[in-house]
């Protein structure tokens, strides 16, 4: 089975994709994933990418479409978080592969930045904290080295919305491409703490009603 997991940063594609993963036998394949592989590899493609990244600019889509084209080729089961980003992107997915179903996960523009703001990383072990799901023992205290924990400057709520806006200009025209072409499984999240094997459930409902899965 070929899946698309879609939604705005913080909507939690990576944790549900993992779920997801352990439940049925399908690949999670995120692009950042992707782009490490190929930079630590250096690949030709690899090299080219880790130009762009060493700069902060963002990798043009002709090179994540061979990016991504090269990591999918042989790939018969997958869901697929991060990519197509852009309606130029999707064309390109569907020239080399069939899909069949896109996962949308709903969630609020409130929603996101709470839990997005909440989230604490350890400056001396990289431990990551969320102050909704997992907090520190000792507020702002790493509980595995005692290191301080800070907030990233894209987790901070202004910045927060702008990557929301940019998400809602480039990216949700995407889904207007695939609806109609594609079935949608849509998961509306309206708590900044729902239980996430709940919303799994939910998907994995959606999934066999639309007899993709048994």
Do not use: W
Not at 102 to 109: F, G, P, Q
């Amino acid at each position: 089975m070929k899946l698309l997991i879609f939604g705005p940063p913080g909507s939690g594609k990576g944790t549900y994709s993992s779920r997801i993963e352990d439940r049925i036998d399908v690949e999670h394949i995120a692009t950042g994933d992707i782009f490490r592989e190929a930079v630590k590899k250096e690949t030709k493609l690899g090299r080219k990418v880790k130009e762009y990244l060493d700069r902060g600019d963002l990798v043009p889509d002709e090179l994540v479409n061979k990016v991504v084209r090269e990591k999918l080729k042989e790939k018969d089961d997958f869901i697929l978080d991060g990519y197509p980003r852009t309606v130029d992107q999707a064309k390109f997915l569907e020239s080399f592969t069939d899909l069949d179903a896109l996962i949308v996960l709903d969630v609020t523009d409130e929603i996101i930045i709470k839990r997005l703001s909440s989230r604490r990383i350890c400056r001396e072990c990289g431990e990551v904290y969320n102050k909704l799901f997992n907090p520190p023992e000792r507020d702002d205290i790493c509980d595995e080295c005692g290191g301080e924990l800070y907030q990233r400057d894209d987790d901070k709520p202004d910045v927060i919305k702008d990557r929301i806006n940019t998400y809602e200009n480039r990216s949700e025209p995407v889904l207007d491409y695939f609806e109609g072409g594609i079935p949608f499984v849509v998961n509306k999240c309206r708590e900044a703490n729902a239980p996430i094997e709940e919303m799994v459930d939910s998907i994995m409902e959606q999934l066999r009603k639309k007899n993709l899965i048994s």
